[in-house]
């Protein structure tokens, strides 16, 4: 139909999208955070920090995680079942 069908407010700064691991996942590079949405209630249902600036960063889901990686920094990854980041 080519209409929006949702707009879900994810804070400040996400630039980068990746869907899986039964989430749409939005990285927001300027606080460093991952938001999970949940695609059910268009909500966010968690917001992840990572600890370290994302300027640069992308995202990809697969695998029972999700993976930031970042100019000059370590691969994170982000366990999708409790959300928190395993490294």
């Excluded at 630039?15 to 460093?32: N, S």
């Excluded at 370290?52 to 100019?71: M, T």
Aim: charged share 10%.
């Amino acid at each position: 139909t080519n209409l929006i069908g949702e707009v879900v407010t994810v804070g400040a700064g996400p630039v980068r999208l990746a869907a899986g691991e039964g989430a749409v996942w939005a990285l927001g590079t300027g606080a460093g955070t991952v938001m999970r949405i949940d695609p059910a209630t268009a909500k966010v249902a968690a917001t992840v920090k990572l600890g370290r600036p994302a300027a640069g960063a992308s995202v990809a889901a697969g695998g029972g995680g999700v993976w930031v990686s970042a100019p000059g920094t370590p691969l994170l990854r982000i366990d999708a079942a409790s959300n928190a980041v395993t490294h």
